[in-house]
């Protein structure tokens, strides 16, 4: 099949070069020529394992390419996808949909007789009918006598597992109004349908809402667990076991159960707060949500406090090392990750800070501009009074312990991922601080 994707931001290159990957002929356009430039001479401008080779076998094969002209591949396409960024609006979180609507303005000037437009950018729910309205509109006053329907198609790929995650979903979710849509978005999924992924078709609104309520009931584990870390904490029981004890029970599950400073990311934090935007309009209140935001926000800006605690009530003239910036590992990306609340914070209470990250430096540069970034994490370690892990990076998993005692002023480690035993770090002489479990002195 032709299609097109509109925008190639994360989702947009991930997804394009899924569908290429699967077999059809996909054209991703960008407005940014810079960008569809570097993407011509095999750039990617994101980190995601195996994206990389991914887009050169398909560019290779003929079957993925990139331009700046929506027009022409708009025009010669049966499925065009929307996958333009909706950043939250400044100040009540709602998201932001200017993009989309012009992408669809564009689209509708070009789209022929029959195709489907599909949203897989994350969007509030009505959107879709909204703009199957703008899009009939816009065709009317260009005096364009052809049918377009519109569909959503969300997203649940994560970052840094992206590829695996649109190759091998739990499920598909399908919005669309009418048969002939749902038939053709399914025909674009038939290699993963022919494994048996289950393929939820559903209502556009329903699709819409499916994307909202995932995000907001994970990211309501995640903060389910860090509370009961934090009571584990001082009763002396430990995070790990529970979350392995009430996880084996099949109702629960074992995943999203790992304590840790707060979630973080370009989608949890956003599309929680613009969940509540749209119950706010629907007039509803929905609590729980309303409580997990200010949980993960307040955690994040806590987790400051354990540092210093760690270091005997102050960091004032010390030098933190701190191991992750990046909101989790195996990406480059810092939005709203933990670091950019906790690094702050050191730095306003006196600390000096010496981070590294295996990824995301280019990226923490420009926000963390009086942090010292390292070459390697026994760089950052050199002279620090503390060490505290971030984020989970595999290279921070096997550290050699001696010699990281050997070259801090003292050994204390503040481990916000709980990625080493207590008993090894009892054995190697270290002050350790976890999240949900007793500490060690
Ligand atoms: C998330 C969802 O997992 C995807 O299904 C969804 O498609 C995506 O958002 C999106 O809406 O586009 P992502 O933000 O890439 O994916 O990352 P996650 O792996 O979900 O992690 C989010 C945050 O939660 C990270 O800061 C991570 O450290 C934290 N987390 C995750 C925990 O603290 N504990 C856990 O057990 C799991």
């Known amino acids: 099949m032709k299609v097109t994707m509109v925008a190639t931001g994360y989702v947009g290159l991930v997804s394009g070069a899924c569908f290429s990957e699967f077999g059809h002929d996909v054209v991703c356009v960008d407005s940014d020529e810079r960008k569809i430039a570097a993407l011509n001479r095999g750039e990617i401008p994101v980190f995601e394992p195996g994206l990389d080779a991914m887009v050169a076998a398909n560019t290779e094969a003929g079957r993925l390419t990139f331009t700046t002209n929506l027009g022409e591949s708009v025009a010669a396409s049966e499925v065009i996808f929307v996958a333009v960024d909706t950043p939250s609006r400044h100040g009540d979180g709602y998201a932001d949909l200017s993009y989309v609507y012009a992408a669809v303005d564009d689209i509708a000037a070009h789209v022929q007789d029959g195709a489907v437009v599909v949203t897989k950018s994350t969007v509030p729910v009505g959107t879709g009918s909204e703009l199957a309205e703008r899009i009939g509109q816009r065709l009317a006053e260009l005096g364009r006598d052809i049918s377009v329907s519109v569909a959503s198609n969300p997203e649940f790929l994560r970052e ?34 022919l494994r048996n992924v289950p393929m939820v078709h559903t209502s556009r609104e329903t699709a819409e809402l499916i994307k909202y309520a995932g995000n907001a ?27 392995r004890g009430i996880g084996l029970d099949g109702r629960i599950g074992s995943k999203f159960l790992h304590a840790g400073p707060g979630y973080g990311g370009s989608c949890f934090p956003k599309d ?36 210093i605690a760690a270091c005997g009530g102050s960091v004032e003239g010390k030098t933190v090392a701190v191991l992750g910036l990046t909101f989790k590992p195996n990406t480059d990306d810092m939005r709203e990750s933990p670091s950019l609340d906790i690094i702050p914070a050191l730095l306003e209470a006196g600390a000096s800070v010496q981070a590294h990250d295996p990824e995301g430096m280019r990226e923490a540069a420009p926000l963390l501009p009086d942090t010292k970034l390292m070459t390697g994490p026994y760089e950052a370690l050199e002279g620090a009074d503390v ?22 002023n003292q050994p204390i480690m503040v481990d916000l991922r709980n990625i080493y035993t207590a008993a090894e770090m009892q054995q190697a002489g270290f002050t350790y601080y976890s999240v949900g479990r007793e500490a060690i002195s």
């Not at 060490?387 to 801090?408: H, K, Q």
Request: include cysteine.
């Open 160 to 193: 840094g597992s992206a590829i695996e995650d649109f190759k091998r979903p739990d499920r598909v979710v399908v919005g669309a109004e009418d048969e002939a849509t749902h038939a053709t978005i399914a025909r674009l999924y038939r290699p993963l349908s």
């Open 217 to 243: 009931f994970l990211a309501t584990k995640i903060t389910f667990i860090n509370e009961i870390a934090d009571l584990c904490e001082q009763v002396g029981a430990n995070v790990q076991e529970i979350a």
């Open 272 to 307: 929680t707060r613009a969940l509540l935007g749209i119950a706010e309009q629907a007039d509803v209140t929905l609590p729980i949500v309303d409580a997990v935001v200010s949980s993960n926000e307040s955690r994040k800006k806590r987790m400051a406090d354990r540092i």
């Open 387 to 408: 060490v505290v892990i971030i984020t989970e990076w595999n290279v921070y998993r096997a550290l050699d312990l001696p010699r990281v005692a050997s070259l801090m």
